[in-house]
């Protein structure tokens, strides 16, 4: 099996399954509980949360941990709306393209009398942070924008952002799900005021995240209960989860340059190589994406059909975000940065890591190569593409 999905989840690291196994054996006690086997537990999170902290350039005390990105997204998104209509600010600026943990809070709001502004994306699916100053207004609470995109892997401008939000004393949240780990990510240097991530992105255990909030910031909380999290989060922390995310992020981050020049070049070979199927395009910047992202769409297929024979083939793929998978609509992301929908339908989204090998990359090529043309020439559609009955999207 070749394993090219990592963008929706990554393989659990050694480190961080031997963290929690150790965890689970000798630190099993309740962090809350004030007797020595539960003060144990609490000085075993508190370390977490340093570890975790040193690698995204914050202080400890501004980690809480959450369920994952989604939760973090929400509890920031609702933090600072709550925290805007005290002030009698109820407008929030983000991107067309976020993530649906994103996107629904923000429908969810305008239900309760929120105008939300989504930005444009231009073609190379990057947001300017000129943009961004342009749509801030004197009503405005929040300003959250993705630091890169989880379908096209697209990198934005997040320190420039950023530096106009806090010019403009705008709060300004980042869903960093995809970067931390992959990229440098320096929440202080930055200027960002809220940042979300999720540990099995970076090969972490599932269902453990955290949100970072910049002192000052007070979040509002989602679960009600118990005082754990300084009274931000309730509930008893999985605190093997936790000490698995830390260890998996001090791994990603330790060897992070390493990685990034490593499967840069890979997936530079990647985009080369499907870049020589006919009427087919790379999705997004080449140059401001993630190392091991590349999307691409292909004229006259459909990307279901396309991800089922790769999977025949012994390759892991996806046609956009997992969350969406099930969807028979086209990515809103790739409609934002302006593809039609018969060519969203054609997407296919390759996420390759540290342990993928040249090999594999070639017969990645190869197998998608022969997908393409076998799906094309079976097809009604891409029979009028030829002939000339209906017009190509793409050039070549």
Known sequence: MIYADNAATTKMSRAAMDAMSACMADCWGNPSSLYAHGQRAKEVLEDARERIAACLGCSAREVTFTSGGSEADNQAILTAARLGEKQGKKHIVSTAFEHHAVLHVLEKLEK????????????????????????????????????????????????????????????????????????????????????????????????????????????????????????????????????????????????????????????????????QIPYGELNGSRKDRLPGNVNFCFEGIEGESLLLLLDDKGICASSGSACTSGSLDPSHVLLAIGRPHEVAHGSLRLSISEETTPQEVETIISSVADVVDYLRNMSPFWRDLMTGKRQHVFDK
């Open 112 to 275: 309760e009398g929120f105008e939300v502004t989504l930005l444009d994306v231009h073609r190379d699916g990057i947001v300017t942070a000129q943009q961004v100053e342009d749509a801030i207004r004197a009503d405005t609470c929040l300003v959250t924008v993705m630091y890169a995109n989880n379908e096209i892997g697209t990198i934005q401008p997040i320190s420039e952002i950023g530096q106009v939000c806090r010019r403009k004393g705008v709060l300004f949240h980042t869903d960093a799900v995809q970067a931390a780990g992959h990229i440098p990510v320096s929440f202080r240097e930055q200027y960002i005021d809220m940042l979300s991530l999720s540990a099995h992105k970076f090969h972490g255990p599932k269902g453990i995240g955290a949100l970072v909030a910049r002192k000052g910031v007070r979040l509002e909380p989602l679960i009600h209960g118990g005082a754990q999290e300084r009274g931000k989060r309730a509930g008893t922390e999985n605190l093997p989860a936790i000490v698995g995310m830390a260890a998996a992020l001090e791994e990603a981050c330790r060897n992070l340059e390493q990685n990034a020049e490593r499967m840069s070049a890979l997936r530079d070979r990647l985009i080369d190589g499907l870049d």
